[in-house]
């Protein structure tokens, strides 16, 4: 996979070559540059165009830093307490793998560190029982992620800390009736590659008109 990571990165090649990012240095992103990626993200699909998002740009360390142990709260209770099985893979319920593991601890213990989070935040979803109400957002977060990617800049579509949920709004001072749908922690990558992500084939998960019926690849080339 190639190692491009400018802004003439093909939008398929580009797509094929954004893993989550968890080892990050600590160097500043240009206001510019940040302005340059909510310009992309906000180009993302809403119900009804509606956007009713907002973008939380946050480089206060004070802030981040309570967020960060509200997230290794979350991380020590989610994939913390099945450190050994995950590395050992004994672990049958495990999805990460053990190199991912290693790479989201990092994360987890440096989260604080990322120059810059976004948070992403979608009104009117705190007590909307609609569960496809972050169709409303994710879209655009992945917008980010990738525009992030042509910069060269490294990033993780993040939720650990929200059975803080409340803790963060407040420290935000995020509207009620709003819930934040992700933290994405941004930054140079120190460590690792723009490598294709693993992922299950297309041939085991797409049907033909039918759930569970398979499509037999060379025909549908
Ligand atoms: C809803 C959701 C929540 C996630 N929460 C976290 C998180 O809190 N911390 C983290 O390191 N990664 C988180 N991830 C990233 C996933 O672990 C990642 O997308 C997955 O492992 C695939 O990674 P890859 O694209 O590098 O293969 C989350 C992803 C999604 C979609």
Redesign the pocket.
């Known amino acids: 996979m190639s190692k491009k990571s400018s802004k003439d990165l093909g939008l398929i090649e580009g797509l094929h070559s954004?893993?989550?990012?968890?080892y990050l240095s600590s160097d500043q992103i240009k206001d510019e540059v940040l302005m340059d990626l909510l310009d992309a993200a906000i180009r993302g699909p809403s119900g009804g165009n509606n956007q009713d998002w907002g973008w939380i740009i946050l480089k206060d360390q004070k802030k981040k830093q309570l967020i960060s142990d509200w997230?290794r709260e979350?991380?020590q209770r989610?994939y913390g307490v099945r450190r050994e099985g995950i590395l050992n893979e004994t672990d049958k319920s495990d999805?990460?793998g053990p190199k991912?593991y290693l790479?989201?601890e990092h994360?987890?213990n440096n989260i604080q560190n990322a120059p810059v989070w976004i948070i992403a935040v979608l009104r009117n979803t705190a007590s909307s029982g609609n569960p496809r109400a972050g169709a409303s957002i994710?879209g655009a977060v992945q917008h980010l992620m990738l525009a992030a990617r042509a910069h060269g800049i490294g990033a993780?579509?993040?939720?650990?800390?929200?059975s803080h949920e409340e803790d963060v709004k407040k420290l935000l001072g995020i509207p009620k009736d709003a819930m934040t749908m992700?933290?994405i922690p941004l930054g140079y990558p120190e460590k690792g590659r723009w490598a294709q992500?693993?992922?299950k084939p297309v041939s085991d998960i797409a049907f033909r008109d039918h759930w569970g019926q398979s499509i037999e690849y060379s025909k549908i080339r």
Do not use: E, F, H, I
């Open positions: 954004t893993p989550a990012r968890r997230y979350g991380w989610a999805t990460l991912n790479s989201a994360l987890a994710y993780t579509l993040t939720t650990l800390y929200s992700a933290l992500p693993k992922r």
